[in-house]
């Protein structure tokens, strides 16, 4: 049955792979050789381009690939009030001994939302689109994960408590721009519960002092208050992965330890799901889906470029219907293609051919 409200049968989480011409022009600025007015220039046009693009596949919401970012959480997180990005010693380690830029977030200042550049950015999109506009943004706990206690300052939040109900209300804040700017379609960027399930990523918390059974608890609350005043037609959802950088990643477990937490102590309409490997387990955690939200299938890879056939989404998407009605199921890729403008190991015309399966297999499945 084709869904009239978003997340859609065939659907995909946000990021798309950088054109060449849109990289040249981000690395021709950095060098200070084309101003910034020339650079808004040139992501303007790839961004009209990738939006005709979706459309051609037959996708029913539109992204802006994320073309202004660099990082899909940095770009959006230093701009909140009290937030600064620093220099570190090292970026984010993932598999393969690769890291990300070295770069960090620490908060000196009392966490607010005044304003964000990523309001315009979705009133580009909304305007070059008739699709649906979706905008995705890095989830509350993003700020928190990577740095804990350390990175917010002692003098600002005594009480880490304060730190999370002042982060919580933010983004409430957030979410109400971007619903006055007219969005109905925003997604959630949360990582960190999928991590929570990986019992090394769980000791690495503990040995810093953070409690990882609280966690959960901790960013469900944050969640819960940046979501609950939306409009009623706003359509809020929630994507988890194991980390995308390069075709790499982080963490593994299945979602079982948060499971019921997620679908059920958190007040998301729906869940963009990683499932292309055995790394993030089996479906049974979805018999904890209540009938009113849904689910959205990871099961076509951003990470290569090999197509996956017909017959095995399918017969994956038969596994999953054992514990939620298909009815509450969609299909997407597991993540984005470029979390970073870097993007992931694979080409163009490959994250194209496998998008357009989606909305193939999507067709074929749900009518």
Request: hydrophobic share 40%; with cysteine.
């Amino acid at each position: 049955m084709l869904r009239k409200v978003p997340p859609f049968r065939a659907d995909h989480v946000g990021s798309l792979l950088r054109p060449a011409a849109l990289k040249d022009a981000r690395t021709r600025h950095a060098r200070g050789e084309i101003s910034k007015e020339d650079l808004r220039a040139a992501e303007d046009t790839a961004i009209e381009a990738v939006i005709a693009k979706q459309a051609a596949v037959g996708l029913r919401s539109a992204t802006d690939g994320e073309f202004r970012r660099a990082m899909w959480h940095f770009d959006f997180l230093e701009q909140l009030d009290g937030v600064e990005s620093f220099a570190t010693d090292h970026g984010i380690r993932f598999q393969g001994g690769i890291e990300t830029e070295a770069k960090g977030l620490r908060v000196n200042g009392k966490v607010g939302f005044s304003t964000h550049p990523m309001l315009d950015h979705f009133r580009f999109l909304a305007k070059h689109t008739r699709a649906t506009p979706k905008m995705t943004i890095p989830s509350p706990s993003v700020l928190h994960f990577r740095g804990g206690r350390k990175a917010v300052s002692e003098q600002v939040y005594p009480d880490m408590e304060e730190f999370y109900h002042d982060l919580g209300f933010a983004y409430a804040r957030a979410v109400q721009a971007f619903a006055d700017a007219g969005c109905r379609y925003l997604q959630l960027d949360e990582t960190n519960l999928a991590y929570l399930c990986d019992p090394e990523q769980r000791q690495n918390l503990a040995a810093r002092g953070d409690d990882p059974d609280r966690l959960p608890g901790i960013y469900a609350r944050m969640l819960n208050t940046a979501i609950e005043s939306r409009p009623a037609d706003m359509v809020i959802t929630m994507h988890l992965c194991r980390g995308n950088f390069r075709s790499s990643w982080i963490a593994q477990g299945g979602y079982e330890p948060i499971a019921e937490l997620l679908f059920n102590g958190i007040g998301m309409n729906g869940y963009f799901m990683e499932f292309d490997t055995e790394r993030a387990g089996g479906f049974e955690p979805l018999r904890f889906v209540p009938k009113a939200k849904t689910v959205v299938l990871g099961l076509v890879t951003s990470k290569s470029g090999q197509l996956e056939s017909k017959d095995e989404i399918k017969r994956r998407i038969d596994q999953a219907a054992k514990y939620v009605d298909l009815d509450q199921l969609c299909l997407s890729p597991q993540c984005g293609f470029a979390s970073t403008e870097e993007g992931n190991v694979l080409a163009e015309d490959e994250q194209w051919a496998k998008l357009a399966r989606i909305v193939e297999v999507a067709h074929e499945v749900w009518g």
